[in-house]
């Protein structure tokens, strides 16, 4: 079956510094995989996906098939971008639907 | 254009009792999902739908029902709401050609006494 893991719930960091939120699946198949995002009041909206390689709001996400890993990352934190971001996996014996993880709260302290 | 819209935004039910919640959705998708969202769990989908007139369901789909009779509309039904149904519910629709690209909409906060 396949399966999101993001093992942390929270991740606090100081305005400026690094971000990186981790993100594992576990699946079978060619996994295609996404960052959704949902800020304070807002509703859920994807953010990045890795086949298209782009750099959104500054975070990027690579694929690492060997490590099965798809970590968001941000080389410097701004305090817009505390929210909650889930990873997603789509495809697999779900069909077209989407296995999100758990979610990691980002919050960016001034 | 309003994109995906839920009603109602809050509600508070008795063990027991019965309601529906409505999606809908005016950018003419294909896809529409029915999701809750746990703390810790993530989002984890109840049902979703291909196309006006089908159905399926997804990972947790015990006590929920749903229909989908018009193209922009899906439809969540509880039964019998029971307490560990106390969530918060997302809908969600996509175009079929870009599944894993979904369009939610506000949530509904669903709490049962």
């Known amino acids: 079956a396949q399966r999101v893991t993001q093992p942390e719930k929270l991740l606090s960091v100081f305005k400026g510094a690094p971000v990186e939120l981790k993100c594992n699946y576990s699946y079978s198949g060619s996994p295609e995989l996404f960052w959704y995002v949902q800020y304070s009041r807002q509703r859920l909206q994807l953010l990045l996906r890795h086949i298209s390689r782009e750099s959104i709001k500054g975070f990027t996400a690579d694929l690492n098939k060997g490590e099965t890993s798809f970590h968001l990352k941000k080389p410097f934190a701004q305090e817009e971008d505390s929210a909650m971001y889930y990873c997603?996996?789509?495809?697999?014996?779900?069909?077209?639907?989407?296995?999100f993880g758990g979610g990691t709260r980002l919050m960016v302290k001034p | 254009n309003a994109g995906v819209t839920q009603t109602p935004k809050f509600r508070v039910l008795k063990t027991g009792q019965s309601m529906t919640l409505l999606c809908a959705q005016d950018?003419?998708?294909?896809?529409m999902y029915w999701y809750r969202q746990d703390p810790g769990m993530g989002l984890r989908l109840i049902h979703y739908s291909v196309g006006e007139g089908t159905t399926a369901k997804g990972e947790v789909p015990d006590g929920y029902n749903v229909s989908r009779l018009k193209k922009q509309n899906f439809l969540l039904g509880l039964e019998s709401a029971a307490p560990s149904q106390t969530s918060v519910y997302f809908c969600?629709?996509?175009?079929?050609?870009?599944?894993?690209?979904?369009?939610f909409g506000p949530g509904t906060r669903l709490t049962v006494t």
């Open positions: 950018m003419n998708h294909e896809y």
């Open positions: 997603a996996l789509g495809g697999g014996n779900a069909g077209n639907m989407l296995t």
């Open positions: 969600a629709s996509s175009l079929d050609l870009a599944p894993y690209e979904q369009y």
